[in-house]
């Protein structure tokens, strides 16, 4: 049961256009969202995060937005450089999920100069 | 601090042997974390501890998966014995308590022949 899921596998987009990357949950008990941003051959990292009392956190280039009442949240970046392209994972927690995130397949996002 | 530090960095081995991952959390981070990247599913949560106690292990695909935290600063996960399917990237990641922002080591990429 893929309780994240991030339907788009890739996405691509021209420089300094805005990428916009989706992520749908179905656990209504999920309070805490994040993006980790991926390079090949390295960890995740944390990108950005967001609360479920908020609908949108910004930072920089990065914007989330959480619509609760849809179970969805995407990733905002612009504008959109070569050195964004990675694989963006969404995951969520909180509630019962104690101190774990799931994590979705991820999008692999290409930037092209 | 050096980060969440993962051994081997690549490993080769073949179907029917022993296979030992290894982790070093944060030092001061109590929580941590194995996850298993593939294509299908993306990063799937193996198992956690809490103060080196396994505390969710439903992750964990079989009974040839083993996991251990003998104190605050190693943990290692092993599979005996190896299968081409488990062939994938594992992901250690610690954090502190009550953070949801993770800290992943490099990985260990998995190839059972």
């Given at each position: 049961?893929?309780?994240v899921?991030?339907?788009?596998p890739s996405?691509?987009?021209?420089e300094g256009r805005i990428?916009i990357l989706?992520c749908?949950?179905?656990?209504s008990?999920f309070?805490?969202f994040?993006w980790?941003?991926?390079?090949?051959?390295?960890?995740?990292t944390?990108?950005?995060?967001?609360?479920?009392i908020?609908?949108?956190?910004?930072?920089?280039r990065?914007?989330?937005?959480l619509n609760?009442s849809a179970?969805h949240?995407?990733?905002?970046?612009?504008?959109s450089?070569?050195?964004d392209s990675a694989?963006?994972?969404c995951?969520?927690?909180?509630?019962?999920?104690?101190s774990?995130l799931t994590f979705g397949e991820?999008t692999?996002?290409?930037?092209?100069p | 601090d050096?980060?969440v530090?993962q051994?081997p960095?690549h490993?080769?081995t073949?179907m029917?042997q022993?296979v030992?991952l290894?982790?070093?959390?944060?030092?001061?981070?109590?929580?941590l974390?194995?996850y298993?990247?593939?294509?299908m599913?993306?990063?799937?949560l193996?198992i956690?501890?809490?103060?080196n106690?396994?505390?969710?292990?439903s992750g964990?695909?079989?009974?040839?998966?083993?996991?251990?935290?003998?104190?605050?600063?190693?943990?290692?996960?092993?599979?005996?014995p190896?299968?081409p399917?488990d062939s994938?990237?594992?992901?250690c990641a610690s954090s502190?308590?009550g953070l949801?922002?993770?800290?992943?080591g490099?990985?260990?990429?998995?190839t059972v022949?």
């Amino acid at each position: 049961d893929q309780q994240v899921k991030q339907n788009s596998p890739s996405l691509s987009v021209q420089e300094g256009r805005i990428s916009i990357l989706n992520c749908d949950y179905t656990n209504s008990m999920f309070d805490y969202f994040l993006w980790y941003k991926k390079y090949p051959a390295e960890g995740p990292t944390f990108l950005i995060s967001i609360s479920s009392i908020k609908d949108k956190n910004e930072d920089g280039r990065f914007t989330v937005f959480l619509n609760k009442s849809a179970k969805h949240l995407s990733l905002h970046i612009v504008p959109s450089q070569p050195g964004d392209s990675a694989v963006y994972f969404c995951a969520a927690g909180g509630g019962t999920s104690g101190s774990r995130l799931t994590f979705g397949e991820g999008t692999q996002l290409t930037v092209n100069p | 601090d050096a980060g969440v530090i993962q051994s081997p960095r690549h490993e080769v081995t073949e179907m029917g042997q022993e296979v030992t991952l290894r982790c070093k959390p944060i030092s001061g981070h109590d929580y941590l974390f194995w996850y298993r990247q593939t294509m299908m599913r993306g990063l799937e949560l193996l198992i956690y501890f809490n103060n080196n106690v396994p505390i969710d292990d439903s992750g964990m695909p079989e009974d040839r998966f083993s996991a251990k935290m003998p104190n605050a600063s190693f943990s290692t996960l092993k599979i005996q014995p190896s299968e081409p399917r488990d062939s994938a990237v594992y992901f250690c990641a610690s954090s502190e308590q009550g953070l949801y922002g993770y800290t992943f080591g490099s990985g260990t990429r998995l190839t059972v022949v």
